[in-house]
């Protein structure tokens, strides 16, 4: 993901199962540091499926918190 700060603006969503249709599912609009808390509360089989987007990237969240 490219530079950013706490309070970006982000996207926080959840990919569905690709069998039932991919879809997306907002989880949070808002600033970075609470989509942030946010993921961090969900299981672990629903952060498999979280993104983070910014206004000009996307981010798999299991790869931003390893990175």
Do not use: C, K
């Given at each position: 993901m490219?530079?950013?700060?706490?309070?970006a603006?982000?996207?926080?969503?959840?990919?569905?199962?690709a069998v039932?249709g991919?879809s997306?599912?907002t989880?949070?609009?808002?600033?970075?540091?609470?989509?942030?808390?946010i993921?961090?509360?969900?299981?672990?089989d629903?952060?498999?499926?979280?993104?983070?987007?910014?206004?000009?990237?996307?981010?798999?969240?299991?790869d931003?918190?390893?990175g």
């Amino acid at each position: 993901m490219r530079t950013t700060h706490d309070d970006a603006s982000v996207r926080l969503y959840h990919l569905g199962d690709a069998v039932e249709g991919g879809s997306a599912e907002t989880l949070f609009y808002g600033p970075l540091s609470e989509a942030m808390r946010i993921a961090a509360a969900q299981t672990e089989d629903v952060q498999e499926g979280l993104f983070i987007a910014t206004d000009n990237d996307v981010v798999a969240w299991l790869d931003l918190i390893e990175g």
